[in-house]
């Protein structure tokens, strides 16, 4: 049995996560600030007594016994992590210097939540790990997105100078159940619009693409990742390389929810990505890893999802 910390432990990945490694025997801590996390998301995991809640925000130093760190805790929808930029820098470049302060404290292994935004607008497609990026450092999402560079920058760093274990995962698009409904990201805004006959609200001309992975494969790529023997430390790119335009995303949960909805085009937010794709050929290689989930039966469970929430706010 470990000691894992869950950083961001209440919110939409986090809670998956921290189910996941208890049903495998483990002991959790889930740390949350609650800022876009929720209690309903890790309600069924209070009560265990391998399960422990702490209320608490990594921008302050945190102290505990651990073997195991994921630090997921950042707010990860644009229209949250740009509600006060501030603090999401804080989050990213403070949060990990203490996370990973505590690691070398226990000894413990760290993994962080990266994210495919580190690669910014990319002109190289699909995204490689070896891609530096095309990143915008003084725009609106550059509190994400260069706070997220920056973290990687402290682990390697923590990982050369003080020989830390670390791990960087980069992330792409990932959904399922468990998201907040009023997160603000495509699929949970489509998928709601779209149960509840509302027009669905298609940003820019829905030319540009992404890649959505369901969240149990991310989850199976995240855990791989942390307890790979050969001590791969990464970054690694997990996510799922079936790309689609928004326009055709949206089209799609039109008919799977059998909707009424009509698509209206809104302005396109500032250095939206036009396009994102991860190339995982390094996953495959070093972890054994690549998605299982099909996008329809990921999808149908997430409509599952947001529908019951729907009907339980009613
Ligand atoms: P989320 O917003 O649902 O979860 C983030 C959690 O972190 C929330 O519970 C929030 O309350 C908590 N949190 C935020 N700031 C905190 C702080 N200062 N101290 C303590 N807790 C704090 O987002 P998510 O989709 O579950 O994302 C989890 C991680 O994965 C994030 O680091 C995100 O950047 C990364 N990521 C997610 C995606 C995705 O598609 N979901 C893609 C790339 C990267
Ligand atoms: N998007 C959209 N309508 C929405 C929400 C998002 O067209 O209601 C677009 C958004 O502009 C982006 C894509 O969908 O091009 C994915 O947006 P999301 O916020 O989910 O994630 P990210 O841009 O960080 O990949």
Redesign the pocket.
């Known amino acids: 049995m470990k000691r894992i910390l869950v950083?961001?432990g209440?919110?939409?990945?986090?809670s998956h996560l921290c189910k996941r490694l208890l049903e495998e025997g483990n002991d959790v801590i889930c740390?949350?600030?609650?800022?876009?996390?929720s209690k309903d998301n890790i309600r069924e995991m209070i009560g265990n007594n391998h399960f422990e809640l702490v209320r608490?925000?990594?921008?302050k130093e945190y102290f505990a016994e651990v073997d195991q760190i994921y630090n997921?805790?950042?707010?990860?929808?644009p229209p949250?992590y740009q509600y006060n930029a501030i603090k999401t820098i804080k989050?990213s470049v403070l949060?990990v210097i203490h996370m990973l302060g505590l690691a070398k404290r226990c000894k413990a292994t760290i993994l962080q939540?990266s994210?495919?935004?580190i690669y910014g607008d990319p002109q190289v497609h699909p995204q490689v790990e070896s891609y530096w990026g095309n990143v915008n450092p003084i725009g609106v999402r550059s509190c994400y997105d260069e706070g997220?560079r920056c973290a990687e920058t402290l682990m390697m760093d923590y990982h050369r100078q003080n020989k830390i274990d670390t791990r960087i995962v980069r992330?792409?698009?990932?959904y399922g159940p468990n998201m907040?409904m009023n997160d603000g990201r495509v699929v949970s805004n489509f998928i709601v619009q779209a149960l509840q006959n509302k027009d669905i609200t298609i940003y820019g001309d829905g030319s540009q693409t992404r890649s959505f992975c369901y969240v149990s494969d991310l989850i199976d790529g995240l855990i791989k990742m942390m307890n790979n023997p050969q001590k791969f430390i990464g970054p690694v790119n997990i996510g799922n390389p079936a790309e689609r335009s928004i326009l055709d995303f949206a089209k799609l949960i039109i008919e799977m929810t059998n909707s009424n909805s009509k698509i209206i085009y809104k302005p396109l937010p500032g250095d939206d990505p036009a396009q994102r794709k991860p190339d995982i050929s390094l996953a495959k290689k070093e972890l054994n890893w690549e998605p299982k989930v099909d996008i329809k039966e990921g999808l149908q469970k997430t409509i599952e999802y947001f529908d019951k929430k729907i009907k339980e706010n009613n």
Request: proline content about 3%; glycine content about 14%.
């Open positions: 950083t961001g209440a919110g939409f990945i986090g740390l949350d600030n609650f800022f876009t996390g608490h925000d990594i921008t997921l805790a950042c707010p990860a929808s949250h989050t949060g939540a994210t495919s935004e997220k992330i792409f698009n990932t907040d």
